[in-house]
């Protein structure tokens, strides 16, 4: 209780659902969340002693990994170093959320997480290795995401990521279901952004075969949005900037 927090810019929260206010329907999760925004909060530092460096190592190596990879999508799209380091915004801004899905009485009724993208622009998960619940929309059918082994982390391509590359990659929609006798853990870590950066397609990839799909839009304003977004199919949130 001392941690419980609705709001989505706590450095330390431990919340239930996505957005109990606006929710008829509970999505059947805890999760307890850590955020970094640079120049305003680390969750990190602040962590519950009994956890701290826990927390700390692992996201020190995740973010190391998720930078790795961030570079690698837009050298894939042959864009050159020397202008992905000057003109694809950086991603340092860091969530951490731990996920409890607890057994479900009557898994018809609810889902753990409701379909959705992820809204910044990649995330590394921990999926739980044993207990299945997550899956990917693939060409409209839900696709169960089976473990690989327990040490393999699955990464999502995210909202921002969509607008960057101007639709070449795309957002994955993704949900996880209840399972009615066992508990599911998961860590997701999520990386986006500065609040003040404005996103949209980068120039580079836009020409008159290619027109801009997505309009700019400030991070800051993507997120509120998200945060006040209902539970319904996919959350639409890359509505909010598609053309
Ligand atoms: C998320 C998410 C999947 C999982 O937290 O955004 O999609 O397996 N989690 O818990
Ligand atoms: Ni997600």
């Given at each position: 209780m001392r941690l419980h927090s609705q709001s989505f810019r706590a450095p330390v929260s431990y919340s239930t659902s996505f957005n109990p206010s606006m929710e008829r329907v509970r999505e059947w999760r805890d999760t307890l969340f850590f955020n970094r925004f640079p120049g305003f909060c680390d969750g990190f530092k602040e962590a519950?002693?009994?956890?701290r460096k826990e927390v700390q190592d692992y996201i020190n190596e995740v973010e190391k990994l998720a930078r790795t990879l961030y570079k690698m999508i837009f050298q894939s799209l042959g864009l050159e170093n020397k202008y992905i380091n000057t003109d694809v915004p950086d991603i340092p801004r860091t969530l951490m959320g731990i996920n409890y899905y607890p057994p479900c009485?009557?898994?018809?009724?609810?889902?753990g997480l409701g379909s959705h993208s992820d809204v910044s622009c990649l995330t590394v998960l921990h999926p739980d290795s044993e207990v299945l619940g997550l899956e990917i929309n693939h060409k409209g059918t839900w696709v169960p995401v089976l473990p690989?082994?327990?040490?393999a982390f699955v990464i999502n391509l995210a909202d921002q990521v969509e607008i960057l590359t101007n639709g070449k990659y795309r957002s994955i929609e993704h949900r996880v279901l209840t399972n009615g006798e066992k508990a599911r853990m998961s860590i997701a870590c999520f990386f986006g952004p500065l609040e003040e950066t404005v996103v949209a397609p980068l120039p580079v990839l836009i020409d008159g075969n290619n027109p801009p799909k997505y309009r700019a839009t400030l991070f800051k304003d993507y997120n509120r949005n998200f945060a006040s977004s209902?539970?319904?199919?996919?959350?639409?949130?890359l509505d909010f900037a598609r053309i």
């Amino acid at each position: 209780m001392r941690l419980h927090s609705q709001s989505f810019r706590a450095p330390v929260s431990y919340s239930t659902s996505f957005n109990p206010s606006m929710e008829r329907v509970r999505e059947w999760r805890d999760t307890l969340f850590f955020n970094r925004f640079p120049g305003f909060c680390d969750g990190f530092k602040e962590a519950p002693a009994i956890c701290r460096k826990e927390v700390q190592d692992y996201i020190n190596e995740v973010e190391k990994l998720a930078r790795t990879l961030y570079k690698m999508i837009f050298q894939s799209l042959g864009l050159e170093n020397k202008y992905i380091n000057t003109d694809v915004p950086d991603i340092p801004r860091t969530l951490m959320g731990i996920n409890y899905y607890p057994p479900c009485p009557n898994p018809s009724l609810t889902l753990g997480l409701g379909s959705h993208s992820d809204v910044s622009c990649l995330t590394v998960l921990h999926p739980d290795s044993e207990v299945l619940g997550l899956e990917i929309n693939h060409k409209g059918t839900w696709v169960p995401v089976l473990p690989v082994d327990a040490s393999a982390f699955v990464i999502n391509l995210a909202d921002q990521v969509e607008i960057l590359t101007n639709g070449k990659y795309r957002s994955i929609e993704h949900r996880v279901l209840t399972n009615g006798e066992k508990a599911r853990m998961s860590i997701a870590c999520f990386f986006g952004p500065l609040e003040e950066t404005v996103v949209a397609p980068l120039p580079v990839l836009i020409d008159g075969n290619n027109p801009p799909k997505y309009r700019a839009t400030l991070f800051k304003d993507y997120n509120r949005n998200f945060a006040s977004s209902r539970l319904q199919p996919n959350r639409g949130t890359l509505d909010f900037a598609r053309i």
